[in-house]
């Protein structure tokens, strides 16, 4: 096997596993989206269930109103509503800033890739750059996944945390009112 044989069948095996981690960070972002659905969701069903059902306005007024509530019921019950009602905000903040449209790399640009390929020598050359655009849309990728990621990990934190508060703080309306 000549040595250029030997180049193209390197290159031809990169190119292909070059091509598979591009598919797998595309694969990855749509799992990380899919998740951020199911944290809305979730959300929305919280919000819904405990804080507009247990949580309601009248227990919350009268934590101000009735006089048999003492002062430290009262600084509980602000408390906890107030801490509530920031944690579920921050789910929902870090959720969306997952679905967020972000600058997710394509390959390259069809048009601009068709004049360098008719410009190049030999089909060695077309498939250098070929992996070369395929390692740099997946490392790229790879960045903007990772944040996501990050964002919704972030985002499940609170929403676990204001869904314990919520119904911490609804127990305490309920029994003080």
């Given at each position: 096997?000549?040595?250029?044989?030997?180049?193209r069948?390197?290159?031809?095996r990169?190119?292909?596993?070059?091509?598979?981690?591009?598919?797998q960070?595309?694969?990855r972002?749509?799992?990380?989206?899919g998740g951020?659905k199911?944290?809305?969701?979730?959300?929305?069903?919280?919000?819904?269930?405990v804080?507009?059902?247990?949580?309601?306005?009248?227990n919350?007024i009268?934590?101000f109103?009735?006089?048999?509530v003492?002062?430290?019921a009262?600084?509980?019950?602000?408390?906890?509503?107030?801490?509530?009602?920031?944690?579920?905000?921050?789910?929902?903040?870090?959720?969306?800033?997952?679905m967020?449209i972000?600058l997710?790399?394509?390959?390259?640009?069809?048009?601009v890739?068709?004049?360098?390929?008719?410009?190049m020598?030999?089909?060695?050359?077309?498939?250098?750059?070929?992996?070369?655009?395929?390692?740099?849309?997946?490392?790229?990728?790879?960045?903007?996944?990772?944040?996501?990621?990050?964002?919704l990990?972030?985002?499940?934190?609170c929403?676990v945390?204001?869904?314990?508060?919520?119904?911490?703080?609804?127990?305490i309306l309920?029994?003080?009112?």
């Amino acid at each position: 096997m000549s040595e250029q044989n030997k180049t193209r069948d390197l290159l031809v095996r990169q190119h292909e596993y070059f091509q598979y981690l591009f598919e797998q960070e595309q694969k990855r972002a749509v799992s990380i989206v899919g998740g951020a659905k199911v944290h809305i969701a979730f959300l929305v069903f919280i919000l819904g269930s405990v804080l507009l059902r247990l949580i309601t306005p009248e227990n919350i007024i009268a934590l101000f109103t009735d006089s048999t509530v003492g002062a430290m019921a009262r600084c509980i019950g602000v408390l906890m509503v107030t801490l509530s009602a920031i944690t579920l905000i921050g789910a929902a903040v870090f959720t969306l800033f997952v679905m967020k449209i972000w600058l997710y790399d394509r390959l390259c640009d069809p048009i601009v890739r068709l004049g360098q390929t008719l410009l190049m020598e030999d089909e060695l050359e077309v498939l250098s750059k070929s992996i070369s655009d395929f390692a740099v849309a997946t490392d790229r990728n790879n960045r903007v996944n990772n944040q996501r990621a990050t964002y919704l990990g972030r985002g499940l934190n609170c929403l676990v945390v204001g869904t314990l508060l919520s119904i911490i703080t609804s127990f305490i309306l309920n029994i003080s009112a």
